[in-house]
């Protein structure tokens, strides 16, 4: 996969701590941005499931014992 530039502003003291964290963990501030965008949207894309869950969960309460699925799906 080829490689882009994306540019964010910031302002001084933003870059600069933005720098500072990501070179105290051996990395540089653009891997540390790519990593931690990309968390952030997994975590989220996460959370909606989880809520999809919760909310079908809701609907039908009927909780599974490792047996029962066992027998279920395997």
Same mark, same amino acid.
């Given at each position: 996969m080829?490689?882009?530039?994306?540019?964010?502003?910031?302002?001084?003291?933003e870059k600069n701590l933005i720098t500072d964290? &990501? %070179?105290t963990f051996g990395t540089s501030?653009?891997?540390?941005?790519?990593r931690s965008a990309l968390e952030k949207i997994e975590d989220e894309l996460d959370l909606e499931d989880w809520k999809k &869950? %919760?909310?079908e969960f809701?609907?039908?309460?009927?909780t599974l014992s490792a047996s029962d699925?066992?027998?279920k799906y395997l």
């Open positions: 080829a490689s882009t530039t994306m540019t964010i502003r910031l302002d001084e003291d964290y &990501a %070179k501030a653009s891997d540390f941005l790519r &869950a %919760k909310a809701d609907l039908n309460p009927e699925i066992a027998r």
